[in-house]
């Protein structure tokens, strides 16, 4: 009998296998897709984040460091430098590739295959016909085994989708840019001597400034930075909504890591990290043989994200608030370094 079967072959699902491996359990993935996989991403590693890789053995891909986060709305702005070492902004193809690559090396088998049958006792799991110990679900933001177990929540705050793109032009900052606009944020992450990622982030019963497909229109919303960008050189991807709530991130035998264990939105650019760290946390309840524990480890690993992202949302959806905010944290840097420090080492 194979110990775990890891459903999805993104960062966490990647991580969790690594993780197995590292631990000496046997291990098998599922993904439906072929290669590598690209999709909307904020594309910025964190340093906890570059540290697990780390740890995990993975070669760090191609990217520019970056050194903290800056707000920017309405010629005001604040930033804070990490405390800790800089971030990493690689293209979300780039993580991939060097995630798979090291799960390759270590002998774990990728199985192009989509789980749609499955069933759990108190002894094992059975996915597709064979029997394992343990199942890591890793199968992203829709998660059908979530839905599956029935552990879906209703969403607490109106729904946002996300665009992303690149652009041929040398960043101009050794930092992830945040610009706010009334109803978006675009996030600027430098991912080569020569390119820049821009995310956008928007609320979904907002009208857009201008017609045209989404990235185009959201752009126009910060008509600053939309002077600063070169010729774009990706195609637009999208994502969302974002908001996905679960009422546990574990039922027996299965636990749910990454975006399938719950996520409430992009704002604080702690994607990868929380894929990582909830990977991790799995895999440690698995090596003792104690899948309740991990409902502890996951709720101390995302609480801080949960309340510092669910605190800016609040704000994001009162616009008296939000138009404040840059000039706030402005008049007090310290709290917005404590927030950016709070987030990157909890």
Known sequence: MIDVAVIGGGPAGLAAAILARQRN???????????????????????????????????????????????????????????????????????????????????????????????????????????????????????????????????????????????????????????????????????????????????????????GDPFARWLSAFPELEERLGAPCSDVRGAGPFERRSRVPQVGRILLVGDASGYLDPLTGEGIRLGLDTALAAIDAIERGEPDRYRRSWARVTRTYWWLTGGLLWVRHRPWLRRRLVRWLKRWPRGFRLAIDALNWA
């Open 25 to 211: 359990l046997s291990v098998r993935v599922f993904e439906p897709r072929p290669g590598i996989i690209d999709k909307a991403c904020g594309e910025g590693l964190m340093p906890p984040a570059r540290k697990m890789l780390a740890d995990l053995g993975v070669a760090e891909p191609p990217g520019m460091p970056f050194r903290g986060i800056r707000y920017i709305d309405r010629g005001h702005a604040v930033e804070a430098a990490f405390s800790k070492g800089p971030g990493l902004g690689v293209r979300r193809t780039e993580l991939h590739k060097a995630l798979r690559t090291r799960a390759e090396a270590l002998g774990i088998e990728i199985v192009e295959h989509r789980v749609t049958e499955w069933e759990h006792d108190e002894e094992g799991v059975t996915v597709s016909g064979q029997r394992y110990r343990w199942m890591v679900a890793a199968d992203g933001l829709q998660s059908p085994i979530r839905r599956k177990l029935a552990l879906d929540v209703s969403p607490r705050f109106p729904p946002r989708l996300g665009v992303r793109r690149h652009f041929r032009v040398a960043p101009w900052a050794d930092v992830v840019e945040v610009h706010w606009s009334e109803h978006a944020e675009a996030y600027v992450t430098p991912v080569s001597a020569d390119e820049v990622g821009v995310a956008i982030l928007y609320n979904a019963d907002a009208d857009a400034p201008v017609s």
